[in-house]
């Protein structure tokens, strides 16, 4: 029996944020610096720097449970969608992601934007439409937007926790746009097995 590379994508982007965490325990301020979005009023055009952390701040995160929160997430739904959707589409999706969520912190955001959980909002949603059908709604997608988004709401009006809520539902807005919009190459089946 032999370990196998699984998930390309989502392997190698776990891989990058311990990495870019690590960085930032040995060089302080370079999260900050490469890879957090500035909120309102922030962002220079002039700075390249700034264009590159509109993609870039998925890999930043503040802490070890920052972190651990948001890649155990991406390590139990992510390899299922990458399998159905393909390395590349799911590359695109993640980008696609980053940089909404990113342009939106821009532009309404109180204050840095960094890490993947507008990701991890992505592929939960994106989850949920694995088994859609042309013409149904799946319950499963209903239920996640009720409990998953319908909380994002809830946290992001009453409390004032240093959490992007709204990078969490633009998250699952992207996530819901693409799982409507874009077929998977892979259909889950599961066959029915009868025992005499």
Known sequence: MKIKYNAPVLLSFVIACAIVLLLNNIVPGFTQTWFAVPGKGGFDKGQIRNWINLVSHVFGHANLNHLTGNLLMILIVGPMLEEIYGSLSLLLMIAIT???????????????????????????????????REGEIPLTFILVVIFYLGNELVQGISRDDNISHFTHILGGICGSLFGFFRKGKKTLVVKEVSVK
Do not use: E, R
């Open 98 to 132: 980053a940089i909404t969520t990113g342009l939106m912190n821009i532009f309404f955001g109180p204050g840095y934007l960094l890490g993947a959980s507008g990701v991890v909002f992505m592929m939960i949603l994106l989850a949920s439409f694995t088994n859609f």
